[in-house]
């Protein structure tokens, strides 16, 4: 087993399935972790899964994960569009970012269009509803593997 991939989510999506569904659906985060948890292990791979409200939380998750992480996949919710303090600590780490939104960000209004972390990110998976995390991971997973397979071949 490689080192995890962390999930990191932002402010207000422990509220996921409990409010605004024809936004962001029907499941709970605790569904979402699952389901993670579920496509990880599928592929060998140990995640660790955190949401938080406080914006020095995600980043001491960031930074944890610069010892302990090969990939990070964060939807940082509404600090996306106003936080430099966690692209500034997305870009002390070295793995692939991938950056989620269950929504359609770019359907939505004008300040949702804007993206500190996108700055960072590797990729960037918006409108995929939750399945935007499976993808990500599913992309983690790839990466990961080509990686070792690159190993391989050089040694
Ligand atoms: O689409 C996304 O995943 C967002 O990151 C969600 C953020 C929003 O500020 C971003 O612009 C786009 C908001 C998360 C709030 O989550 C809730 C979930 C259910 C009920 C209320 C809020």
Not at 9 to 14: K, Q, W
Not at 67 to 84: C, L, Q, R, Y
Not at 109 to 122: C, G, I, K, N, T
């Amino acid at each position: 087993m490689t080192s995890a991939v962390f999930v990191l989510n932002g402010p207000n999506l422990n509220l996921l399935g409990k409010r605004q569904p024809h936004i962001y659906g029907h499941e709970t985060l605790a569904d979402v972790e699952e389901r993670c948890r579920g496509q990880a292990a599928h592929h060998g791979l140990d995640i660790r899964f955190h949401q938080s409200n406080m914006e020095g939380q995600i980043i001491d998750w960031i930074h944890e994960a610069r010892d302990h992480g090969s990939a990070i996949v964060i939807n940082p919710g509404a600090f996306t569009h106003t936080s430099v303090a966690i692209l500034d600590a997305l870009n002390a780490f070295d793995g692939p970012v991938f950056e989620v939104h269950i929504s359609n960000v770019h359907k939505r209004e004008s300040f949702r269009h804007h993206s500190y972390v996108s700055l960072r990110a590797d990729g960037v998976i918006a409108g995929f509803g939750t399945q935007g995390y499976l993808l990500a991971i599913e992309r983690v997973a790839s990466l990961i593997k080509v990686a070792a397979a690159e190993a391989d071949a050089v040694s």
